[in-house]
């Protein structure tokens, strides 16, 4: 029995700062991805121009070397606290996010969330070109959680966001509970209610809340 799904962003939300710039000690571009990054945030860079900057970093680069350095990532208190209420309440917890696949494919494996999206990288010959493989926008993120739900056979109303920024706004607009966590005016003002913690459970009273709003699905 599935009751719906809860979507968690990555960036800003499971982890205290981006992926990206925790993977810049990697890569050794620090400075290069804060600056893009920041051109997000501000809205002078597309999701596209900021993904393509980025992928340039990781060129000569192997998944492998990318997974190892991601067992360092700094996160917030409670996630896998968090996924078990979630699959405990019926809930398939799912990664949407505008991260790198292989961040979300890591968090995956190591908190054993249902799935995840993101843009992908290039690979040839076993290393990262460079180049972007597949983009992936904040309205595809909110595409990909359209396409759970309906996968899942749940209406939109039985889904749950929670996230802290720009991409997470389209996404906030389609369910029925969007949780602005750690988040940003603009995610703030997108979002049906607001937690600020360091312990993803925070979010687990406002949960509960919405999830005695829908209906048990008939046997």
């Not at 993120?141 to 997470?168: H, M, N, P, W, Y």
């Not at 979002?191 to 360091?198: E, F, G, L």
Request: aromatic share 8%; net charge negative; glycine share 8%.
């Amino acid at each position: 029995m599935i009751r719906g799904a809860v979507f968690f962003d990555i960036d800003g939300t499971l982890t205290p700062t981006s992926s990206g710039q925790h993977l810049a000690g990697l890569l050794g571009n620090a400075k290069e991805i804060e600056q893009i990054q920041a051109g997000y945030g501000a809205g002078t860079l597309s999701s596209y121009d900021a993904a393509m900057l980025e992928a340039r970093g990781w060129a000569k680069r192997t998944p492998t070397e990318a997974h190892a350095f991601l067992e360092s990532l700094p996160l917030v208190d409670g996630i896998a606290e968090t996924v078990l209420w979630c699959r405990t309440h019926s809930l398939v917890p799912v990664l949407a996010t505008l991260a790198w696949d292989i961040v979300g494919t890591h968090l995956c494996s190591r908190f054993h969330f249902d799935r995840t999206c993101g843009p992908r990288l290039e690979i040839i010959d076993g290393r990262y070109s460079g180049e972007v493989a597949q983009q992936f926008d904040e309205q595809a993120k909110r595409d990909f959680a359209i396409s759970v739900a309906t996968e899942l056979g749940v209406d939109l109303r039985q889904c749950a966001a929670i996230g802290d920024g720009r991409s997470d706004v389209p996404l906030f607009g389609t369910v029925g509970c969007a949780i602005a966590f750690n988040a940003t005016p603009e995610a703030r003002a997108a979002a049906s209610a607001t937690v600020n913690s360091a312990d993803l459970q925070s979010v687990l009273p406002i949960l509960s809340a919405w999830l005695d709003t829908i209906p048990m699905p008939a046997n």
